[in-house]
Structures are given as C-alpha cells and as structure tokens.
C-alpha cells in the first residue's frame, strides 16, 4: 500500500515539473519576419521589420541600428525597443549589392548559429541600400518578411529566380565547384513596389558586380535544367517586314554533358520540348510556317545560351555546377582553383527545339 501510494504521489510531481522550462512567449518579443543589411565589417546598419499592434490595428515597426558586426548590431538595435527582438519567424533577408561584394558569410555566421532561426529563410540582393525596401512595408497589414517571400516564391516558379533559401546559400559559400546565383531586386520608385530583376552572381563568397536580368536568368536556369513551374520563352518573329510575337511555354529539358578532358572542351547538348503558346499570325499548321518558326526559335535560344555561358565564364561564376560535374566525373581535371579553370574551358552549347504542341486544331 505504502509503495502504491509513493508512484501516485511520484506521478503527481512529474505532471507538474512537465511544463515548457523552455517556453518562450511572443506577447514578451518583438517577433521580426523581414531583415535588411548595408555597409561593411565594421560599419554595419541593420533593420528590422516587425508587426505591432495598436489601437486595434497592426502596423509595421522598423528599428535601425549601427554595430561593428551582424551580432553587435542586433544587441544594439534590442537596446532600442521595450521588448527583445525574436527572429524565430524570421521568412526573408535583404542585402544591399555594396555591402554583398564582401564575403557573403560575414552576415550570415549569426543565422546559423543560432539554432531558433529558420533555415528556410528567403534572401535577395537589393539595387542601393535596403532601407526604402523595408519602408514600403510599413502600410502591409500583413508581415513585411511575408511580402518578400511571396514576391521571391511567385518568381521562383515563373523561373525568374532560382529556388534557394538560407541553407543552400549557404552550403554553396564554402563549394569551391558550384558558386550562388541570389535573387535580385530593383525599387519601382513610380509604383512604390519592389521588382523582381534577376539574379545577382557571385564567385566565391563574393557579388561580382554582374546581375543578370529576367530572360537571361531563365536561360541560365534552362542550362541548370532547374526550370520552374512557369517557363516561356518569347521572341520576335519576321515575316514579309513585318515581325510578329512568338511565345513558347517550355515542357520538358533534356542535357548532356560530354567532357573532354585533353582539350578542355566540354560539348553541351541540351534537347527543349517547347509547346506553342501564342502566334497571332495564324496558319502555324501548315509546314513551310511551323518549319520557320522552329528553325527561329532553335537559332535565337542558341545565341542566348552562348550569351549567358559566356557572361558566366568571363565574371568567373560557375552557377551551373560544372564543377561538381568535373570534380565527380573527371576528378584529374578538376583543380582547387576552380573559377580560374572555369573561366578558361571552352564550352560549346548545341540547342535542339522541339515543337510537340501548336495548340491550333488543324
């Protein structure tokens, strides 16, 4: 009996000592979804973008500080507000282009540190500092970070930017065969919005100044085989001096790498199944027409793939991962100085077109 009573009563203690010791409550932080940084090592300014809630209606807080570092910044800006700054919900990170031509891992060590921060964050290079994109959040009635992620989600399946997040840059910043190609963003000052604007390159760690636009990211995603959702392709068309728009969605990418090790060749054949989405001239059934058109489209995507391979070699950034291609396939090939071999292959693209759809009945 006496040792009955003994498990009830230890059974009573554990129910009570099972709390949440851990237990962190929002009403006592400032929960930030959105967060920008400008300057360098040693002059750093960060903001962050928080809901709060006021007379019933929720508005958006920025707090600005100044540190010598990401962290230093932070317990500064916490110095600032009534309550501690919470990034557990933290959704995107913008980065001003000056500040992303130093290495990229100087911002980001605190993030992966710190075991509460989400590894699925969103990131974006912006044109000038990040300050007026995290201002025009301040009307949302949404959160800020939500803004950005769904802006950055929507291009990523228009393949408009690649699908990355904080944990894939960040493995990247430390392979020296594959290197980061950011989203990009530009400030409609018009319209008072963000845009999307393609990506930013890096070698390295490190912005090469380089931004590719929209229709030259998509190609190189074409290349990468990494296309999203969404993935036309629009090109004019000349007929009797007149030209005429041409729209293709992409249905299926089909690559093959063929290295020659010798010479430093690697030939690049790539297969595209394309479907004909618009062509307001009409009579696409007939041969002579659809023979033309495909024979426009096949010699246009072939310029572009040269255009953008070439942009690659030349600011050094091996987006497409033809490193980890060598190093696996071709490892005597492939040297740890990598972007400088990179920059001096000889890489020839060939593009098959593929036209399986019309859409016309005839």
Known sequence: M?????????????????????????????????????????????YYAYPKTTANQNEIMIIESTGLSPRDVRDKANMKIEQTLDLSELSTIL???????????DILDIYFRDPQNPISIKMAITEGSVKPYLELTKDLADSAGGYYQR?????????????????????????????????????????N?????????????TFTGKVLDSEQTLIMLLLMNQAGQHVRLTYMWELDGKEIP?????????????????????????TIDIEVDEFAHDKLYENNILDAVHAMIETKVQADFEEVLQILQQQK????????????????????????QFASLTLEPKVKVKIIRTGVLR
């Open 95 to 105: 980065i001003s282009d000056d500040t992303a031509k130093a290495p990229l891992y």
């Open 246 to 270: 041409v729209t293709s969605a992409v249905i299926h990418v089909k690559r093959k790498w063929t290295v020659d090790e010798e010479f430093k060749t690697i030939k690049m054949d790539y």
């Open 2 to 46: 006496y040792r009955k009573g003994m498990i009830v009563l230890i059974v009573i203690f554990l129910m009570f000592l099972a709390g949440c010791w851990d237990e962190r409550l929002y009403k006592n932080s400032s929960v930030v979804t959105l967060v920008g940084v400008d300057g360098q090592i040693g002059d750093y300014t960060g």
């Open 193 to 205: 919005r963000a845009e999307a604007a393609g990506v930013a390159l890096f070698s390295g760690q």
């Open 317 to 340: 950034s091996d987006t497409l991962g033809i490193g980890r291609h060598i190093r696996s396939y071709h490892p005597k090939m492939f040297k740890e100085d990598w972007h400088e």
């Open 151 to 191: 802006l950055i989600e929507s291009s990523e399946e228009n393949t408009i930017y690649p699908k990355l997040d904080l944990q894939t840059v960040g493995s990247l910043l430390f392979d020296n065969a594959m290197d980061n190609a950011i989203p990009y963003m530009k400030l409609n000052q018009q319209e």
